[in-house]
């Protein structure tokens, strides 16, 4: 059960991403895009520019949820956005990789909402 509800609690927290950067103007061109290395949350488009976003949900208060995002979690996510612009031939197109936070109560309220712009460097 604790794996099926960490899945829902992620796809809850996916979905919330989307709304709020859809809401600040961001086109959503992708979700879950998977390969064999690994997982892209939401593809987006912000004037022009490529945003992957790696969507972080928890209900706990023990870790912050970007403290999850190691250094190695870092390389993975800015090698997958590089292989995601060269499958759609994109490769010079300018691009970014973001964090989204979301900490919930264990109802389900949103007790922290952040949005890391450009939080992991090629």
């Not at 899945?7 to 895009?33: S, T």
């Not at 290395?37 to 949820?65: K, N, W």
């Amino acid at each position: 059960m604790a794996g099926h509800e960490r899945i829902d609690l992620g796809k809850h927290g996916e979905e919330l991403a989307e709304e709020r950067l859809r809401a600040l103007g961001y086109q959503i061109v992708a979700r879950n895009v998977r390969s064999r290395f690994g997982e892209l949350d939401l593809v987006a488009i912000d004037h022009g520019c490529y945003v992957f976003v790696e969507v972080r949900t928890r209900r706990s208060r023990q870790m912050a949820p970007e403290e999850s995002i190691t250094p190695t979690k870092r390389r993975r996510l800015a090698a997958l956005a590089m292989r995601y612009l060269q499958n759609e031939r994109r490769e010079s197109s300018e691009w970014r990789v973001d964090v989204v936070v979301i900490e919930l109560d264990h109802q389900g309220n949103v007790l922290r909402y952040e949005h890391l712009v450009n939080a992991v460097e090629e």
